[in-house]
């Protein structure tokens, strides 16, 4: 039959947990900082700044998507509106979940319109036709599948939060850049 320890809340548990005294003591130490703890372990305004970054991309492509949505014509654009409905409103989402992971982090969300499209890894392209837009569509989830990636790798395990909302938002990504890959390979004529 094991002991147990007269005091359990000061030892420690095994691999590098804090002991319960210690964890509730660290939770009472800079409150004002809400969800950011002392274990925190990226440079949150390294993370804040990618994610505004990211904020302004998604915004552009929300932009971009609705832009298309209202511009499609043509006996394909019932078709391939739908998508651009959808992606705009999934693209929306994401916006938001990386809002609100800024101000988690304690910063701030840029909205800023003025500096939108120079903090934005994707482009605001019209495209001259349905087709085109298809294909501006396709470059710009390319383009948020590797900065997605790479803010994943920079991320790495110092904010699981973060690194896991972004790995969620990349996946979507991928799933939109597969769906017009496949509408510009299956497009009839030019």
């Keep these: 039959m ?18 319960t005294a210690t964890l509730r003591a660290n939770a009472r130490k800079n409150i004002d900082k809400g969800a950011v703890t002392q274990t925190y372990a990226a440079d949150k305004a390294a993370v804040i700044k990618l994610l505004n970054d990211a904020l302004a991309t998604e915004y552009v492509c929300v932009l971009r998507y609705y832009r298309h949505y209202f511009m499609a014509s043509g006996m394909l654009a019932d078709a391939v509106k739908g998508q651009f409905l959808e992606h705009a409103q999934q693209e929306q989402a994401h916006a938001h979940k990386i809002a609100e992971r800024i101000v988690q982090l304690g910063g701030e969300p840029d ?21 085109d837009m298809v294909k501006e569509d396709l470059i710009a989830e390319r383009i948020a599948i590797d900065s997605y990636r790479q803010m994943i790798n920079y991320i790495g395990d110092r904010d699981t939060t973060t690194k896991r909302m972004l790995e ?18 299956g497009w009839i004529g030019k």
């Design 168 to 185: 969620g938002i990349l996946e979507q990504e991928e799933e939109h850049a597969d769906e017009f890959a496949d509408l510009l390979n």
């Design 111 to 131: 909205l800023n319109p003025d500096t939108l499209t120079r903090r934005s890894h994707a482009e605001y392209q019209e495209g001259k036709d349905l087709r």
């Design 2 to 19: 094991s002991k147990k320890p007269a005091n359990s809340a000061k030892v420690a548990s095994a691999g590098g947990i804090d002991s």
